[in-house]
């Protein structure tokens, strides 16, 4: 089985994503301060490598990313009366008899 260049990227770029996410894991379960900030350290490199994955996918037009809006729609804050639920039960009230 032959993998393209894409292939290999791919599954780089998603090994890269695995790993940080399980030094992110690691880091936050971390009790001991200086294994923290080693975790920390590979996890940024982990991140940096990711990066420059991404960014050569993306030059080559193996990762197409759409643009970002550029406005975003207010949300309307106009006021609008709730509406009163119906005085009916839905199902009547069993009666208790003592």
């Known amino acids: 089985m032959f993998l ?3 292939d290999i990227m791919t599954d780089l770029l998603n090994s890269t994503k695995m790993m940080s996410s ?18 920390i350290q590979i996890n940024n490199e982990e991140l940096d490598m990711q990066k420059r994955i991404f960014d050569m996918m993306h030059d080559k037009g193996y990762y ?31 009666q208790i008899r003592y």
């Open 4 to 6: 393209s260049d894409k």
């Open 22 to 39: 399980n030094y992110h894991k690691a880091v936050l379960e971390s009790a001991n301060d200086r294994i923290r900030n080693t975790l």
């Open 64 to 94: 197409p990313v759409e643009p970002a809006r550029t406005s975003i729609t207010p949300p309307d804050y106009t006021y609008r009366p709730m509406q009163q639920p119906s005085m009916q039960q839905p199902h009547p009230q069993p």
